[in-house]
């Protein structure tokens, strides 16, 4: 069955930097659109981030755009989110989730990793 | 970026009752929206792709509709386990847009 299983997340001081992990497995990652999404404290869902199947087509939100950057290996199945400059805004519950190859909607998410920006 | 306004922010049912959920596009976005459920703790869940197709293993009694700027949700016959947060999402064009949740509680 289809897995995503973050990791990276937990405390970090404003301006620092972190990197978010997703493991996938039961699908081929090669050939599947990949996104992050974030949901600060008792709000929604915030879309930040989309990396086409080979990678070769990148999209961020307004809000995290020349902060954050999003890679895969698809020889690790493992999807990243390097996220400098990090402020307190940017704490949140992050997600990953599986795209498609040929459409970019959500289809299935991991259950998330809580990064908290404070000092 | 296109603007998504859900609405209502949260509304109250019975079991049993019919509610809706609509998402307004700030500009055309063909049927190009997914509709999510959220329950507390949990990640979110696809219930309906482009605009009104049911996504495999989503319960019957949701239906989804619209094209180009408003878009429905409708959940039939209201069940104990749907009692959750809705989001809509449009995937027509980056940055993709979320609306703000819905939130449909017990009555």
């Known amino acids: 069955q289809v897995q995503l299983v973050e990791s990276g997340g937990g405390v970090v001081q404003p301006g620092v930097s972190r990197t978010l992990s997703c493991v996938a497995s039961g699908f081929r990652l090669s050939e599947s659109g990949m996104h992050w999404v974030r949901q600060a404290p008792g709000k929604g869902l915030e879309w930040l981030t989309l990396?086409?199947?080979?990678?070769?087509?990148?999209y961020y939100a307004d809000s995290v755009k020349g902060r954050f950057t999003i890679s895969r290996d698809n020889s690790k199945n493992t999807l990243y989110l390097q996220m400098d400059s990090l402020r307190p805004e940017d704490t949140a519950l992050y997600y990953c989730?599986?795209?498609?190859?040929?459409?970019?909607?959500?289809?299935?998410w991991g259950q998330g990793t809580l990064v908290t920006v404070s000092s | 970026a296109i603007q998504m306004t859900q609405s209502p922010s949260s509304l109250s049912a019975s079991v049993g009752d019919t509610v809706t959920i609509t998402c307004r596009a700030s500009q055309g976005i063909r049927n190009d929206l997914g509709w999510y459920q959220q329950k507390p703790g949990k990640a979110p869940k696809l219930l309906i792709f482009a605009a009104s197709t049911l996504q495999s293993g989503v319960p019957l009694r949701f239906s989804g509709s619209g094209s180009g700027t408003d878009f429905t949700l409708t959940i039939s016959s209201l069940q104990p386990e749907d009692f959750a947060t809705y989001y809509c999402?449009?995937?027509?064009?980056?940055?993709?847009?979320f609306g703000g949740g819905t939130k449909v509680e017990i009555k």
């Open positions: 990396i086409h199947y080979d990678g070769s087509s990148k």
């Open positions: 989730a599986k795209g498609g190859r040929f459409y970019d909607r959500i289809d299935f």
């Open positions: 999402l449009q995937d027509y064009n980056y940055p993709l847009t």
